[in-house]
């Protein structure tokens, strides 16, 4: 059986993935992520059921390019009260987010799914709540200073699994998930799937 194809280019779901022994292909989705986005908001949707969509979306799209393959898509978004938010398009526009988030609580909401023909055979979402310390500014240039234009890559522009965890007070929920893929769902959804051991 051919291995699983991943529909992204997200350095920590490649990580993640790699860690737990999953032979993969990385293809990423070529989709236009933005305005697919925009129009789920407009359409009304919720956190979990746009980041679940945008998964199923990836994973759909790279499937019907790959004939008889099991593709995994992956997103996450941010919700702050009733907004949703997506990547920071500059580093100016990620302080301001930072900015916003600091001292409150928000929910970052990860969706994984399995599609195969175009056709989804699995999602599952997993949301945390996440508490932002207070923050100076001068922690904050210091930090984008730091990590520079790779923080772009990822929802809220943290990179929990390093210095980015000096961004928060208080966390609940999954640690993978967190870091952008609900792996030990993914697993046994592989494994259902025959693509991994039992």
């Known amino acids: 059986m051919s291995p699983l194809v991943l529909a992204s280019a997200s350095a920590s779901r490649q990580s993640l993935l790699r860690a737990a022994g999953v032979d993969f292909i990385a293809a990423p989705a070529e989709i236009d992520e933005p305005a ?9 949707g919720d956190g979990r059921a746009i980041a679940e969509a945008l998964a199923g979306e990836k994973a759909a799209a790279v499937s019907r390019q790959r004939p008889g393959e099991t593709v995994l898509g992956g997103d996450s978004v941010l919700e702050l009260g009733p907004e949703i938010l997506g990547k920071s398009r500059d580093l100016a526009a990620l302080k301001a987010l930072l900015l916003r988030l600091s001292g409150r609580t928000h929910q970052l909401i990860s969706a994984a799914a399995l599609a ?5 055979l699995w999602r599952h979402t997993s949301v945390a709540r996440m508490t932002v310390r207070p923050l100076s500014e001068a922690f904050l240039d210091a930090y984008l200073t730091r990590e520079g234009e790779k923080l772009l890559s990822s929802v809220g522009g943290y990179h929990f699994e390093g210095f980015g965890a000096q961004l928060f007070q208080k966390v609940e929920g999954d640690y993978f998930s967190i870091l952008g893929l609900p792996l030990l769902e993914v697993l046994a959804a592989l494994r259902a799937q025959g693509l991994l051991e039992t």
Do not use: S
């Open 36 to 44: 697919l986005m925009r129009g789920l908001i407009a359409g009304g």
């Open 116 to 120: 195969r023909d175009g056709r989804v």
